[in-house]
């Protein structure tokens, strides 16, 4: 299940009634509604519910001038900011009569927290003995802070399209709730499931995976698979996944048919959790039917050749097949383009990239130049991969990349002997990102790093 916090300021009457009804609208859409009267106990710290509230993969801010001005509410939002990804994150609904687009109005929010900081620095230096104040202190450092990010902030937040209080209201915040989880989800249900499944079959990997979840401060979990699925994938594989898989394998002997197990579940486990990160609402209706179909010329907003693999996946609704390749995490489909000296022309240059295909798709047969009979083998075997979903080759071309291969009339010629085959230009420049992570190079890294654990393992032994 998802889950969504909200950042609100909690002593207006008001914006309790409208939270109370956003808490009913998430409930009805599945969606698990975490707020402060029902998650902090008494006694409990707000500090803690807060600091969990600041590295939420979703919190809905009510935003008002009473929020701006709230310490407590600044404090969840400073947060919030500085955890990564923050547009991506936060989901606005900003109160009637909260005059937040204009520049010159944005200014008295700058000007309160200029006043508190230097209203508290007076009173220190007040103070007759400054000793033991530290606590006092740190709220100076927050004003200073808050008056330090304002400005920023708030021209972020009025940069976001943001329907009006009364849309909200009237549509049961349709709009915001389907940011969060749109209702068109059963790929991700599905998702869910297969982890849930691939999980049930090691116990071992799943015990430290609950004990990675407890040390974290989570609750007690009663479905480990959704647990794992409800944070930013890239959080979840960081901080849950690669420690809870590391420790597993370095607990078992690594000739053994268990640590096998282990790490084929893991492995398994990665690819499923890779396909959260796409941001399906990327993709135009064209650009979803061509990654679906998996065999026609398209474009992907992603800057690495993962971000093709788990991209053009998510669409075929498959789980990626991911393999180590130096620097980059690739395909294990993904056809890599060698290097040629041969000018401008093709012919060449098609021969030996069919060669390279063939021996992607056929790897324990090699050739040093494709027969008729061959080339039909090929396509045949392509076509055969892509129906049954059992494979997707495909070569992923940086769509600004300078060369003469990347012209379309050489893959014209390519795609008419091998039509099944999918072309896919990627660029990670001057639109949205597919992928809904804040930083794509860390993504591949952390999951290179991860399928090198056994390599890492075995020079530690």
Known sequence: MVSVYVSYAWKDEEQHRLVDRLGTAC?????????DTSHVGYGNSI???MDRLAVAGHVVLVLSDTYFRSEYCMYELRGIYEHRNFRKRVHPIVLSGTR???PKDRITWIAHWIKEKKELEEALEALEDPKHTLELRKSLEDYADFHRLMDQLTSLLADMNTLTEDVHRDTDFAALLDRIAPVDDDFRRRIIGEVRHTLAHNAHLSKVLQGRLHDSGAASVSDLAEALCAPPPDQAISTLLFPATLACLKSLDAQASDFVDAWTTAKSV???LTLLAVDVRSAGVEQQQ??????????IAVSTPLGVEIVSSRHREMAPQLRVAKSNVLGAGAIEQPRY??????????????LEIWSCVFPEESRTQLSSTDRHKLQATLRVRREQATFHHYIAVPADQAKPLALSAFYQRLLAILPDLSLIFFHGDGQASALLVSDEYYFMAIIREFLTIPDLLAKKR
């Open 290 to 299: 061509a990654l679906a179909a998996g065999n026609l010329v398209f474009e």
């Open 341 to 354: 000296e041969s000018g401008w022309s093709e012919d060449a240059p098609l021969e030996n990239l069919l």
């Open 47 to 49: 500090r803690e519910f």
């Open 100 to 102: 937040l687009h204009k």
């Open 27 to 35: 409930t009805a859409r599945g969606i698990d509604f975490v707020r």
């Open 270 to 272: 990665l690819a499923w």
